[in-house]
């Protein structure tokens, strides 16, 4: 299932392989834009989250029905399951919450970056929640599960807002991808935090993602194309900050923003 989250407030789902819409757009899932949507680990559920009005949701994906209470939490970023579902880390303007999803109940909150949280990222363990700060502080922060307390210091190398964060989906998640309002996708090195690759767009990068195997890695941004390059074979290149062996590049009609 692909779904999507609109300015005005609509959710829509397609089946992933035929592209077919599986029910009728929600209109007025929420009363402001959807900034962030993602699944539970089983796909049984679709959390959303409305922006400005300060509303996650969840909706059930079988009736597409919201299921149960949403959970109210002021202006919201970034929503995103942990790999065992049994947590939700919801990025906000003002704060990052941790709440148990099945429950609606509250299990920590934190600041964060210094000023918004714009992006959200766990480690394929769990062990590790990743943020993204906005310009004021674009740097990415490593928060440990547990004790929901910064582990090591910032990563530093973008030098706008932080859109996205992606993990690599092998073994632990050696290597972290991230998107910016700087023009750049930066690769890093999880183990020790170091910014090992950089690739340049023509304008802001709002997404970004591993394919499945892990081998290339795909971006969005501002200039309504899809970019898609290699990841490098060695997690240590000789260089300090290798540019990433580009592919190709595409764009799509529907493409927007």
């Excluded at 592209?19 to 949507?37: C, F, M, Q, W």
């Excluded at 149960?68 to 939490?73: A, L, Q, S, W």
């Excluded at 890093?188 to 802001?204: A, K, M, Y």
């Amino acid at each position: 299932i692909i779904a999507s989250g609109c300015d005005d407030g609509k959710i829509i789902a397609w089946h992933g392989e035929t592209g077919e819409s599986l029910t009728k757009p929600i209109k007025l899932a929420h009363s402001n834009r959807i900034y962030s949507v993602d699944f539970s680990p089983d796909g049984t559920v679709l959390a959303t989250s409305g922006s400005y009005d300060g509303m996650t949701k969840f909706w059930c994906t079988k009736t597409w029905q919201m299921q149960g209470d949403p959970i109210e939490c002021r202006a919201v970023y970034c929503i995103q399951y942990s790999p065992s579902g049994e947590l939700l880390a919801i990025a906000t303007y003002q704060n990052i919450q941790i709440y148990n999803p099945g429950t609606r109940e509250l299990v920590a909150s934190f600041r964060g970056n210094t000023r918004e949280n714009l992006s959200l990222a766990w480690t394929p363990d769990g062990t590790r929640l990743l943020s993204g700060g906005d310009y004021a502080d674009p740097t990415i922060r490593e928060w440990d599960a547990l004790t929901w307390q910064q582990v090591g210091l910032p990563w530093e190398g973008h030098t706008n807002e932080i859109n996205a964060i992606a993990i690599h989906p092998a073994g632990p998640g050696a290597l972290v991808a991230t998107a910016s309002s700087d023009n750049h996708v930066r690769l890093w090195r999880l183990s020790d935090r170091q910014n090992i690759g950089v690739f340049q767009h023509s304008s802001r990068v709002y997404s970004i993602t591993f394919s499945v195997d892990g081998r290339h890695i795909l971006s969005g941004g501002r200039d309504k194309k899809i970019s898609e390059w290699e990841v490098p074979k060695s997690f240590y290149p000789k260089a300090s900050f290798p540019f990433l062996n580009f592919i190709t590049q595409f764009e799509h009609p529907l493409c927007r923003y």
